[in-house]
């Protein structure tokens, strides 16, 4: 867990992970997942956010969102307090790969991201209290293994949908999984493999210099999905099985 005494130190990368409260849903659909996203980009911010709606795109129905190509941007350009290296978001809980940027930034920017979207989940869906399951879970990235195992591990995620075998090391339909990943919007994974999906959202320099570029990101982690085997992942994963 991050905590005072254990807090993140700056430079260094973590893996982050949290999910709802008794494991409920906390991404009702997709403009819940728009939103989620949205405060990735706007919370990452030494600045205060002051006035979300102002620069949110709003629909017929006046529900706050925005447009999945791009974030609209309307203010001075942010001091980072981390870099967002990798992210996917899962119906009822989320992963995200972050490098501190700012002493404290990533507290900072997690406290910012659950409280701005507890409040417009709480406020849309007319409930009160937590949201989240306690405090993030908060893991340094302390081996190269674990490093290189870990973008794929988070980009697969997905995959629970609907071929949760592969955690097992089962999947029979590789080509069909990988189809699957690459559609999936709530993911840093297509603007990984060059399909421009969120890429305001990420910084992905750092990572691409020990990944391959976009067209062979691809192949690279198909084959891994190919040879996976379940003990790849086991010092990975820091969430319940």
Known sequence: MATQRNKPSTGEIYHIYNRGIEKRRVFMNDKDFLRFIHDLFEFND?????????????????????????????????????????FCLMPNHFH??????????????????????????????????????????????KSESHFIHLPYYIHLNPLDIEMPEWREGRLKNVKAAMRYLENYRWSSFPD??????????????????????PKNFKKEIQEWLNNFKPSLIESVVIEPL
């Open 46 to 86: 030494t600045e205060p956010v002051l006035n979300l709606s102002y620069y949110f795109f709003r629909d017929q129905e006046q529900s706050i969102g925005v447009k999945p190509q791009y974030i609209k941007k309307q203010r001075e350009p942010r001091k980072l307090l981390v870099e967002v290296l990798a």
């Open 192 to 213: 990984y493999i060059g399909k421009k999906n969120f890429p305001s959202v990420t910084q992905r320099e750092f990572l691409s210099k020990f990944l391959a570029e």
């Open 96 to 141: 995200l790969l972050l490098k501190q940027r700012v002493e404290d930034g990533i507290p900072l920017f997690m406290k910012k991201l659950g409280a701005g979207y507890t409040g417009y989940f709480n406020q849309k869906y007319e409930r009160v209290g937590s949201l989240f399951q306690g405090v993030y879970k908060c893991k340094l990235i």
